[in-house]
């Protein structure tokens, strides 16, 4: 098992708004999420596609597409300070530093015309001033952090001369570069085989342990927040509808939607006759109805679920749900 | 009936390297594939299991004559593909669909959804166009859509519901085997489940035969009845899925089994199944192509590559473990 998070609060986010403004209506991508993370934690933020993590976790750099979307309400702080009231230039010095981010396609987050050591050394260069031998020296460091064989080699490598199970170490070596505080991690492996999936997890979490550093996982698949989570947020339609420690939750699912989705997980262990599956789709979230989002698919739906939306209920310490079966 | 509708023996297929804008030389080959055996049986599915690079795509589109084989021979419903005249072929091509990872690129974009999925049956001239657009209506139904998406465009769909015009599109034509090229694994795991459901049952309501390429083993096992485990360009074992799922000999399909990650936060594991990554197919080791990665390794492995053979009724496996 993992050892315990430190009690430090590194982030807080607070009642954080992300709207796009679109020709056919405002769209409501993150509506109202709040959650915290303490030092050396991970937390996984779990959903479909289109639920609103992705833009979360854009909105914690403050790289939400402009000029559509807008961070319209809340508060990121971030160690302490505030993040929205940042001027851009101010921002320049928080992203890569103080919080970094994975995403998911190592294809297309490294730039095919730059060498490899240039890549990794422009964050280093900006963030820690370094130039010259003491550039290259670092960056070779950072390599290696990553367990890249030949680091000295790889530096003048390009990008297409590499595996994609490299390319995302290296894209992962960015991201650490500077020891951020916390570290999103966007659906970093889905585009890599299983056997590599399995040694970038263990990397992560070896670095991990070994730093200070706090991890938001964006996924939707469970099998990778029960490998590498301490506390579970599942998002649905922009709104956070159950949080808890990853046991809590894979142990007592108390939403309708994240017991589906749990059950919907094909275990390898052995052979269901039927698949458990979720019917329907996520919402169009132009206009979300005012009751709950979930309506429309849950097994269990009232009709006063249909009107209003439930206030969070804490269902045992820590494990929360926005769900009115729980009130 | 034949019991076997698709059978492969010893197929190869060899990429040259070349060097040279002009006058191109070849420098080597690399061997996508290299020398497979394989059964589909009628009405089941056939998962074909590896990581990228082990050349299971390249069997797949030789299955669907999009490339030419090196070497070796493809037999469906018994008789010899390479052999076939252009009508036979036509035949054979309208028999043999494909369904394909991403359903944002598989469906061209400037097409109706009507078109997309009566394209096979076009091309094939079988029917007249009152009968053609019957047929589309029937497919759709039979996934699971409106017959009015006929009119309307890809992008009007979810992730989930074009992979099910993509699957419609496959059955248009009447087709025997459809091969299965990572049909989930773009989707969202609350979607995966209503596709492959959805699969299962078209298989159970029109006698379907799969062709299932993964690299996810729940996925496989889930849904096909014989699994081949490929490691650049070979198969290095086969078997029954249940029997493989319980019994993996080979110390690639347990290392496969191994890096599956956990569905509980008990389960949790701490090493790292595999070192390395797949061997560079122009440079391949000497002897088992395996034994750089493999924990097990004897110098046997080094010198002499091992053959399948079969070490339970109907289980084959390449290692000199056995």
């Known amino acids: 098992m993992k050892q315990m998070a430190d009690d430090r609060l590194v982030l ?14 405002v769209v409501k991508a993150v509506d109202g999420v709040s959650f915290s993370l303490r030092q050396k934690e991970s937390l996984g933020l779990v959903g479909e596609s289109g639920c609103g993590k992705s833009v979360t976790a854009l909105s914690l750099l403050r790289l939400v597409p402009q000029p559509a979307g807008r961070i319209v309400g809340g508060k990121i702080r971030l ?3 505030e993040l929205l009231s940042k001027s851009e230039r101010e921002m320049r010095k928080v992203r890569g530093r103080l919080i970094s981010m994975i995403l998911q396609d190592p294809m297309t987050s490294l730039n095919p015309v730059f060498r490899i050591g240039f890549q990794v050394g422009e964050a280093i260069q900006m963030h820690q001033g370094l130039r010259g031998k003491s550039l290259w020296d670092k960056a070779k460091e950072v390599l290696r952090l990553v367990n890249i064989p030949a680091p000295e080699a790889r530096l ?19 991201a650490l570069s500077c020891q951020p505080a916390v570290l999103i991690a966007d659906e970093p492996t889905t585009s890599l085989d299983v056997t590599i999936q399995a040694q970038y997890l263990k990397l992560l979490r070896d670095i991990q342990r070994e730093s200070s550093m706090s991890l938001i996982f964006i996924t939707h698949d469970f099998g990778i927040v029960a490998q590498m989570c301490d506390r579970v947020a599942v998002m649905y339609a922009g709104k956070i509808v159950e949080r808890g420690s990853v046991l809590e939750i894979f142990d007592c699912p108390t939403h309708p939607y994240t017991q589906a989705l749990l059950a919907a997980v094909l275990p390898v262990e052995g052979r269901p006759k039927r698949l458990f599956s979720i019917e329907g789709q996520p919402p169009s979230l132009h206009d979300l109805p005012p009751g709950c989002p979930f309506y429309e698919r849950c ?3 009232r009709d006063r679920c249909r009107e209003n939306y439930p206030a969070e209920v804490e269902v045992s310490p820590g494990h929360s749900v926005n769900c009115w079966e729980a009130v | 009936m034949l019991p076997l509708l698709l059978e492969a023996v010893g197929l190869k297929k060899h990429f040259p390297v070349t060097e040279g804008l002009v006058y191109q030389r070849v420098v080597g080959w690399i061997k996508a594939v290299d020398g497979i055996d394989f ?3 009628h009405g089941e599915t056939f998962g074909l299991v590896g990581e990228s690079g082990c050349g299971k795509t390249t069997t797949s589109k030789l299955i669907l004559l999009l490339e030419t084989k090196t070497a070796g021979t493809l037999r469906f419903d018994g008789a010899d593909i390479h052999g076939f005249n252009s009508t036979a072929l036509k035949r054979y091509r309208a028999s043999v669909q494909a369904v394909f990872q991403d359903p944002y690129s598989s469906l061209n974009p400037r097409m109706r959804v009507g078109d997309i999925v009566g394209e096979p049956l076009r091309i094939n001239n079988v029917l007249s166009a009152s009968a053609l657009k019957e047929r589309v209506e029937e497919v759709l139904t039979q996934v699971g859509l409106l017959p009015e998406a006929i009119a309307r465009y890809p992008h009007e769909f979810s992730g989930g519901q074009r992979q099910r015009i993509a699957i419609a599109r496959s059955l248009a ?6 091969v299965l090229d990572e049909p989930v694994s773009a989707l969202d795991v609350s979607i995966r489940a209503q596709i492959m459901n959805l699969l299962q049952d078209l298989q159970q309501k029109l006698g379907l035969t799969f062709l299932l390429i993964a690299h996810n083993l729940a996925t496989v096992r889930y849904m096909s009845k014989q699994v081949a485990i490929m490691y650049t360009g070979k198969i290095v074992e086969m078997g029954e899925s249940d029997e493989i799922f319980t019994h993996p000999l080979h110390p690639y399909t347990q290392a496969l089994f191994y890096a599956a990650l956990p569905s509980h936060p008990r389960h949790r594991r701490e090493e ?3 070192i390395g990554e797949v061997p560079n197919p122009l440079n391949p080791p000497p002897g088992c192509l395996f034994h750089p990665r493999c924990v097990y390794a004897k110098p046997v492995c080094r010198a002499e590559e091992p053959l399948l053979r079969e070490e339970a009724p109907g289980h084959t496996v390449a290692c000199h473990l056995y």
């Open chain 2, 39 to 41: 059964t589909v049986k």
């Open chain 1, 12 to 25: 807080e986010v607070d009642d954080l708004k992300t709207y796009f403004f679109t020709r056919w209506g």
């Open chain 2, 173 to 178: 034509p009447y087709s025997r085997l459809i």
């Open chain 1, 156 to 174: 003048r490598s390009y990008p297409h001369e590499m595996s994609g199970g490299m390319r995302q170490r290296v894209v992962g070596a960015i």
């Open chain 1, 79 to 81: 160690l302490g300070e």
């Open chain 1, 299 to 301: 097994i269990r739906r």
């Open chain 2, 272 to 274: 790292s199944p595999l």
